[in-house]
């Protein structure tokens, strides 16, 4: 189920909020242009979000979604 819409499973999404620190520094080791500034992610505001990473990463967002969902 995706109750917020944003592509992601909720029970992935649950999964990653209990494991975020450890999920944004293998994001970071990842993608090494990456900050915490830029991991910093505000409810509601998921489309924002991932094009800040798109942009940061020049991968797509499909690509970057689909990464954090392998990781969790």
């Not at 293998?26 to 409810?43: H, I, M, P, R, V």
């Not at 509601?44 to 690509?63: A, P, S, V």
Request: charge should be negative.
């Amino acid at each position: 189920m995706d109750a917020n819409n944003n592509g992601i499973d909720d029970s992935t999404e649950l999964r990653a909020r209990g494991n975020w620190n450890e999920i944004k520094g293998q994001a970071k080791q990842k993608w090494g242009s990456l900050t915490d500034d830029d991991l910093d992610y505000e409810e509601g505001k998921q489309d924002e979000w991932f094009g800040r990473l798109q942009h940061k990463t020049g991968e797509t967002i499909d690509d970057i979604k689909n990464w954090f969902q392998r990781t969790f």
